[in-house]
Each structure stands twice: as structure tokens, then as C-alpha cells.
């Protein structure tokens, strides 16, 4: 219980200084136990520009648990992919309260890998 209050506190201090416009949304990471999600919000407009996780199933993995660093690496480079097919090439990393660490970091540079500048 108290590793959740501190990561929503960290979300809360991040949030008061990452906003996203529409020249440059903000990339959302999230997790949970099984699942890994990311978003690029337009904060302004209040619109999903593109996302993706591993509760799709072209994304899904067949083994017990999807939310593993190899699955994020994926998860960053599909949602990349689908951010520039939106003709939105540049974001704001928002690493949702999560130290950048392990799975954070996997998307995170899938994303850049593949053509997100942020």
C-alpha cells in the first residue's frame, strides 16, 4: 500500500510540470500487474492522438504475464509508430510517477529507436 501512495505522489509532481500541446502531446506509460499501456494525449484538446498496449491482440504474448521488458520494448515501438503515422514526430515523456528504470526505460527508448524525439 505504501509503494502505491508514493507513486501517486511522484505522478502528482510530474504532472504539475509535463503538459502536452498539440505540437508536442505527452507519451502516458502505465502499468499494471499484467499489462503495460502508453498514450500520446493532446492535453489542450483532451484527444488520444495514439496508443497501444499489451491487452491487444496482435501485441500479446502467449506466455503467463505480458508485462515484461521485452513486451514494453514493444509496446514503445508500436506506439511510436502509430504517433508518426499522426504526423506528430517530437512528444513529452511522461513516465506516469515510475522510476525510469527497466520497463520505462525499454519503451522508452523503443520509442526513440523508433523516431519519437523526446
Not at 502499468?31 to 500520446?40: D, K, L, P, R
Amino acid at each position: 500500500m505504501a509503494t502505491i501512495n508514493r507513486v501517486r505522489l511522484r505522478n502528482k509532481r510530474i504532472r504539475k510540470r509535463v503538459h502536452g500541446v498539440a505540437d508536442r502531446p505527452r507519451l502516458v506509460v502505465h502499468f499494471s500487474g499484467q499489462h503495460i499501456y502508453a498514450q500520446v494525449i493532446d492535453d489542450l484538446a483532451g484527444k488520444t492522438v495514439a496508443s497501444a498496449s499489451t491487452v491487444e491482440a496482435g501485441v500479446r504474448a502467449k506466455g503467463r504475464t505480458n508485462a515484461n521488458v521485452a513486451m514494453a520494448g514493444k509496446v514503445g515501438s508500436l506506439v511510436a509508430e502509430r504517433t508518426l503515422q499522426k504526423n506528430v514526430k517530437a512528444v513529452v515523456f511522461d513516465r506516469g510517477g515510475f522510476t525510469y528504470h527497466g520497463k520505462v526505460k525499454a519503451l522508452a527508448e523503443a520509442a526513440r529507436a523508433a523516431g519519437l524525439e523526446f
